[in-house]
């Protein structure tokens, strides 16, 4: 019982890590448990018509990084209890007999965790003893992917932000209208900036898939909603009648089919062709109605 307590503690160490392993350092992995966390998250959003607002994306990733804990904590609790208490010394005035085994095995496996080094629950045996640092070292680890997983997603989040930001203003100055009466060169010069920016967003959503669950409240921060946009300038750059600005036109088009790519391979978004993708991510995140 002993040995299979153990094992089953170990294989919940190593799922754990190997789980903050694809979060962090992989793309996009469908299938782990922090996928569907996030994903979980986010049909429950949309199933109460998001009234949980922009938070959900930040809940989703507490609850990934409190799972994570969980199974450290769980794992190294198994490795400890069978031997609890005579694997331990305990400081004066703390009897062992006072408190349940399994409850005494998450204790310690919290403190070793928490790196806390409280000095009441100290390891005696040899394997304890080296198994107590290799937790703190975990614990360590967790807390380095915790912080580093919430500060890395920003960068994605401006971009996407900035991208809204910058359609939203070429909607509101109807910018698509007379693209003939410019100058070719600098309408290219804008609707490369475009496509350049719709390419980053669609390798972010690949590299960041927990990015999808902050939805904006902001219309004009929202792609969702800014997103249409584009295809309308994709439409007009292919009507011009310069072949610099039908060129640039053809590359738009190219970028918003890899975002395409993008957004339905990994998210509740669905449609096979660019138009009804983009009415889907727009639907999906409260902002449009699914196409028929």
């Given at each position: 019982?002993d040995?299979?307590?153990t094992?089953?503690?170990?294989v919940?160490?190593?799922v ?5 392993f694809?979060?962090?350092l992989h ?17 429950l959003?949309?199933a109460?018509?998001h ?16 799972m ?7 794992g ?19 009897d062992p007999a006072?408190?349940a085994r ?9 403190v070793g965790l928490?790196?806390l ?23 360590f680890?967790?807390l380095?992917a ?5 500060t ?8 996407r932000r ?10 509101a100055a109807?910018?698509h209208?007379?693209?003939d ?8 010069r804008?609707?490369d ?6 390419l ?10 927990e ?7 902001d219309p ?17 750059a292919?009507?011009a009648a ?5 060129v ?16 339905v391979s990994g998210?509740?978004?669905?449609g096979?062709?660019?138009e ?6 727009a ?7 699914r196409?028929?």
């Open positions: 019982m040995v299979l307590l094992l089953i503690g170990v919940l160490i190593v754990g890590l190997r789980d903050m694809h979060a962090l793309p996009r992995s469908q299938g782990t448990l922090t996928d569907l966390v996030l994903t979980g998250a986010w049909r959003s949309r109460t018509s009234a949980l607002g922009g938070i959900v994306g930040p809940a989703a990733m507490v609850a990934v990084i409190l994570w804990v969980l199974f450290q904590v769980t190294w609790a198994l490795v400890y209890l069978p031997h609890v208490p005579e694997g331990f010394s305990y400081s004066p005035g703390v006072d408190y399994p409850a005494e095995a998450v204790y310690v496996s919290l928490a790196t080094g409280l000095g009441d629950v100290v390891p005696t045996q040899p394997i304890i003893r080296l198994a107590f640092p290799l937790e703190a070292l975990t614990g680890a967790l380095t915790a912080l580093t997983w919430f890395q997603i920003y960068p994605p989040l401006s971009r900035a991208l809204a930001t910058g359609l939203h203003g070429l909607a109807r910018w209208e007379g693209l009466a410019r100058d070719p060169a600098a309408v290219s804008v609707l900036d475009v496509t350049e920016q719709v980053h967003v669609g390798v972010d959503f690949t590299q960041h898939s990015t999808y669950n902050f939805r904006e409240s004009s921060l929202a792609l969702a909603a800014q997103l249409p946009y584009a295809l309308v300038l994709r439409d007009a292919r009507r310069s072949p610099d600005v039908r640039s036109g053809e590359r738009l088009a190219g970028a918003l089919e890899r975002l395409r790519e993008a957004l998210f509740t978004v669905d096979d062709s660019v009804e993708a983009v009415a889907s991510y639907a999906d995140h409260g902002r449009a109605p196409p028929a």
